[in-house]
């Protein structure tokens, strides 16, 4: 069975600190991968979404960014963090067909930027 | 970008009743619809979808219903117990790879 593993689960980092999560997908091949934000009491921001390794697509500009090095593997980053950038970050995947993919999400990782 | 929708932000149902959460979505080329459940702290867990060209499926003690003339989803959950408090979203896929989620509806059930 297809399993979805996101770390580290909580962080607390300062103001201008680099920001590294990492997420990883067992049991599927070629997966799509999302990197989804959710502020406390709002709904889920895409944030950035993968079809392959080495594609990237943004969908909100931030000081952010997302890397895919390996095939199930998916990484959110940032160079310098922003109080802004708190939130619950979650990784998710799909399988990559056209007739419908139902999207899984790993377990969050809570980012508390002070 | 599109949006999904929840009509309301908080219910508050007696153990035992039926529970019937609303969300509407403006696309309507939106051919894929997912509901999540999410308990506090946790990602989101898929309970349900259903496809544009359906307008009900049933899982277990749940109902997905879609109405596309008024751009209409809802999930029912019958007999509702108190492990079903929780935050739900609906979301919708309008194109084959991005999904896109409302601010979320969230369930209390009263013992």
């Known amino acids: 069975s297809q399993t979805i593993h996101q770390w580290p689960a909580t962080l607390v980092q300062p103001v201008g600190s680099p920001l590294s999560l990492e997420c990883t997908v067992e049991g599927t091949s070629n997966p799509n991968l999302y990197w989804y934000r959710q502020a406390a009491g709002r709904g889920l921001q895409l944030l950035f979404y993968s079809v392959g390794i080495g594609q990237i697509s943004s969908e909100v500009p931030q000081n952010l960014s997302a890397s895919r090095p390996q095939d199930r593997q998916f990484i959110l980053s940032s160079k310098k963090l922003l109080l802004s950038d708190s939130g619950f970050y979650l990784c998710?995947?799909?399988?990559?067909?056209?007739?419908?993919?139902?999207?899984?999400f790993g377990e969050g990782s809570w980012l508390t930027v002070v | 970008g599109e949006s999904v929708g929840l009509h309301l932000p908080t219910l508050s149902v007696q153990e035992g009743d039926n529970s019937i959460i609303n969300c509407a979505y403006s696309n309507s080329a939106s051919d894929y619809f997912i509901w999540y459940k999410q308990e506090s702290g946790k990602g989101p867990q898929f309970i349900i979808d259903i496809r544009s060209n359906m307008d009900k499926r049933q899982g277990q003690r749940v109902t997905v219903l879609l109405n596309k003339t008024v751009k209409h989803l809802s999930l029912q959950i019958a007999a509702t117990q108190p492990g079903d408090s929780a935050v739900y979203f609906c979301a919708e896929r309008y194109t084959g790879n991005q999904f896109y989620f409302g601010t979320g509806t969230s369930l209390t059930v009263i013992p």
């Open positions: 998710a995947w799909s399988v990559a067909l056209a007739s419908g993919n139902t999207i899984y």
